[in-house]
């Protein structure tokens, strides 16, 4: 049986752990997978979600996967941490002798990747699940990120891009050569999201929402780089004509305490909601009426297309991976990132338009398909096999996603349909 070493930081249940382990768990079938992970304190995980990890790394194991711990593998930089990890992945590789290390995130991807070169393992590939050249630290730090990855992109194999988007960035800034890069779209459990077991109605009355007004929801982590504090000013122009409008937010990070504090120093008068992470967003996502994402950078938001399952219309900053999810003004509205004007905007284009946001929510139904688990799982198998076996056919490579006819479809579409209103951000990328 092939071998497929993963190496991760932390196991939580942000999008790059939760793509590694789907992807670990599905393919253990067919390969002997083998998944090296960090410590997830970092992480600051309530118990509900601890519990949720590990009961996803227990489901990992009985399905076949083994999982090996090193506790110095930690996402901040730390010297010793860090040779420490080095060292233990270098003999973690030496013993289990893979056939392809596969790293994911930029921490593990430098350890990792320079661990499996000094180990002799034949075949690297790595996906950074977005990158942090711009909108996570300051000019200088991103330029040294920016150098890291040029070096060790040398060492790579196959760079995974989850989207158009990031693929471009990686091309713009000279990052990985284009026949190294191959885009597979991150998978999501669509299933989960099209039949979620309660009714949007009941749902509200559990978390004592008011039954009439219209709900515009955010789920991720609440960090500058997610833009939630750009929603919350962007609200205070939508609760000037509509009372009635509720916020939800759903998630937690560093900016929680400023945006509550920010809610009540706002006109928000006890509409904004803030539910902390759930393991039941798949319930909490039919009451939402729009879901906005309005993020400064994003590899790909997995998030939106847990909406667009849940058949709701998204208003998203028009940057990163989005735009491969998000075609404007037909499954939703694209903004420029940080415009809170433009975001305000949409937000209101949709309460004017009962009928665009029903017609929006069923065309991101149909196209949430392409995003699937099974799709991601597919195409991640291809590319082991064409590595392993250089004659099989790459059915994922670029070139050929590129002139597949269904994404030729939604590339014309999202040419035809270019906004047009003030704020509204151009995209040309396809």
Request: contains cysteine; charged residues 25%.
């Amino acid at each position: 049986m092939t071998k497929i070493l993963h190496i991760i930081t932390r196991l939580d249940m942000g999008g790059s752990a939760q793509n590694t382990l789907l992807t670990c768990h599905k393919l253990a079938r067919k390969y002997e997978i083998v998944l090296v992970h960090g410590l997830s304190q970092e992480s600051n995980m309530t118990d509900s979600e601890s519990e949720a990890v590990v009961r996803q790394i227990n489901d990992a194991r009985v399905n076949g996967v083994k999982i090996v711990q090193i506790p110095s593998l930690l996402r901040r930089i730390s010297l010793v941490n860090d040779i420490r990890a080095l060292y233990g992945l270098v003999r973690i590789l030496k013993t289990e002798k893979p056939d392809v290390v596969h790293t994911h995130t930029s921490k593990a991807g430098i350890l990792g990747r320079m661990a499996a070169k000094i180990a002799r393992i034949p075949l690297i590939v790595h996906t950074p699940h977005g990158h942090v050249f711009f909108g996570h630290f300051g000019p200088i730090l991103s330029r040294v990120f920016l150098g890291v990855e040029r070096l060790f992109g040398i060492l790579t194999d196959r760079v995974i891009a989850l989207s158009d988007g990031e693929r471009s960035d990686y091309l713009d800034r000279n990052v990985y050569p284009e026949d190294k890069l191959v885009q597979i779209h991150s998978g999501v459990d669509i299933e989960k999201f099209k039949q979620s077991p309660v009714s949007a109605v009941e749902k509200k009355r559990s978390l004592g929402l008011d039954q009439n007004g219209l709900v515009v929801g955010f789920c991720g982590w609440l960090l500058p780089i997610k833009g939630p504090m750009h929603l919350l000013k962007a609200m205070d122009e939508i609760w000037h004509d509509y009372e009635d409008i509720v916020l939800v937010f759903i998630g937690k990070g560093d900016l929680d305490v400023d945006l509550r504090t920010a809610a009540l120093k706002s006109s928000a008068n006890g509409r904004v909601n803030f539910l902390g992470w759930r393991d039941d967003v798949d319930e909490i996502m039919p009451i939402f009426d729009i879901f906005v994402l309005p993020s400064l950078n994003e590899g790909m938001g997995r998030v939106l297309v847990e909406a667009m399952a849940a058949g709701k219309p998204v208003v998203a900053s028009n940057v990163g991976g989005i735009p491969d999810l998000v075609q404007h003004d037909y499954n939703g509205l694209l903004v420029a990132p940080g415009d809170e004007k433009a975001l305000a905007a949409g937000i209101k284009q949709l309460i004017n338009d009962p009928n665009k946001i029903k017609v929006m929510g069923q065309r991101g139904t149909e196209l949430c398909n392409q995003f699937s688990a099974e799709a991601m799982i597919r195409k991640i198998d291809h590319l082991y096999e064409q590595l392993l076996n250089p004659h099989h056919p790459l059915q994922a490579s670029l070139c050929e996603l590129r002139s597949d006819k269904s994404l030729e479809t939604q590339s014309t579409r999202r040419e035809k349909s270019q906004p047009s209103g003030q704020g509204i951000y151009n995209n040309n990328k396809c």
